[in-house]
């Protein structure tokens, strides 16, 4: 049998009218398509600056939602041809605007029955309307006289609203969309947009950026140019990178969400910004790009080529957030131990227990006579007593630790330190520059405690200052009174370790 051809036809125009205005997933993006209609009006006549209102009645008998705009207006002939011709743009191909599948009238259907197109021509002063009725293949056109525009423009009334729409659409979740999908546009000035619901007016901003802006050049390409706007900031709050299209829109709010890009740095939570390829189609849903065989394959192989350069800032970024850490982290711990050890009288050895005798050597108070020499005739006896003369005294801690370098943590404030030459030798916190399995060790010569910010109880704690304060804490109580009784027995050992860590928390309230 040889092949046949069959032309294809609509078995019903009504029911394609009312599918091709239902593709959209939320809402909020149905309403995008009329924002972007208004922004290309001004992009094509380039209004730089202009303004785009987004005007919301939810509540009464005719909710309503109006987007307006200032552009040159239409004349009823051209309303007559934007209805004649929805499956067939006259902006197929603009590199500056959006427009493409000619759908983008029909999304209305997706939030009311009723679409009104008022509109008044430059050089006229007439104001004419376009109608259009859910699931309707039939529009008309009048003359409008109660909403007769004052000045050329274009102003979209969307009625008979669903009532899922009007929970799903608010004043603030509508600015929030439009801050994210048009940052760039905002960010560049291409047009400015107001959302307005009763007395209430707010301007839609783009958000400042945030972190340490990752120096990238742009990338010329036989497509257009592929530009990058990314900052890397501390971990700690979800942020993603959007992909920016044509017109300044975004596509999608998160690299991640292609497996391409579903990897560090993209996942880690610090790279925040945007990526910008005009060349880049969207989907029809406008939620998903279309990986053609000539744009994407280049925007997939140069951003892979910066990942090596945002993963290194982003590493720098978090050494310097855990090197302030420390030291804020630092600066307290020495406040606390500084009252601890008061309250402990042992001020003069800022790094031992009333159960040791010289730091390091493990001597027990329960071996030392009352004069403080050794019961033992051993030169190195922890007692530091001497059999040849039984008289001499042992040497203090200052004799046998020399002064702190220049290196040492800084003093503690005056309200904090009994004397400024003690205050010095207070334990402090360092991030471990090599570590182990544990979760610290101490430095002697340095008084530190270093702890490991890659054992899984730091890396727990890590988002939540307070905890992570007192887990540090109590890593310098543990090294505090391991280092000076290491020949204590367990529960002797437990039992000073309990001493130190409930003044601790109790200095730390």
Known sequence: MAPKKIRLRIGSVKKAVLVAGQTYQDPKDALNEFVSNAADEYTETERNGARIRII?????????????????????????????????????????????????MLAFQQLGAKLDIVSRAEGSTETHVLKLTRGEVNATIDRERRRARDRPGTSIYIGHLDKEVLRMITQRKIVTYLRERRASALASGLYEIEVIEGSKRELVTPDEPEGVKVPLRPHQTLWGLLEFS???????????????????????????????????????????????????????????????????????????????????????????LDRDVADRMGDQIRKIFSRVLKELDDLDNPMRTLMGDQPGEGGLLSGLNAAGGSGSGDDNDAGGGSDDDPSEESPSIDDLAPEPGPDQPPPLSEGA??????????????????????????????????YNQDHPDFLMLKDDEPAMLDYLATLVAKEYVVYNNPMAAADELAEEMVRMVVRVRRHMR
């Not at 998160?254 to 990897?263: I, N, Q, R, V, Y």
């Not at 205050?423 to 430095?443: E, M, Q």
């Open 417 to 450: 330190k009994p004397s400024g030459r003690r205050a010095k030798r207070l334990p402090t916190v360092a991030v471990d520059p090599s570590p182990g399995r544990d979760r610290s060790r101490f430095d002697a010569e340095a008084s530190v405690v270093l």
């Open 56 to 104: 919301m009645r939810r509540r009464g008998k005719y909710p309503t939602i109006v987007v307006d705009d200032d552009g040159r207006g239409m004349s009823p002939e051209r309303l007559e041809e934007v209805a004649k011709n929805l499956f067939n743009s006259n902006k197929v191909g603009d590199e500056r605007t959006l427009g493409e599948k000619a759908i983008g």
């Open 230 to 320: 990314l900052y890397v900031a501390p971990p700690g709050v979800s942020r993603s990178v959007a992909v920016v299209g044509r017109a300044g829109t975004t596509i999608i709010d998160d690299l991640t969400a292609m497996e391409e890009f579903d990897h560090q740095p993209w996942t880690g939570d610090q790279v925040l910004g945007r990526v910008q390829f005009p060349a880049l189609k969207q989907s029809a849903g406008r939620r998903a790009i279309l990986r053609d065989d000539e744009a994407w394959p280049i925007f997939v192989e140069i951003v892979r080529s910066i990942e090596p350069l945002v993963a290194a800032m982003a590493e720098k970024v978090r050494v310097e």
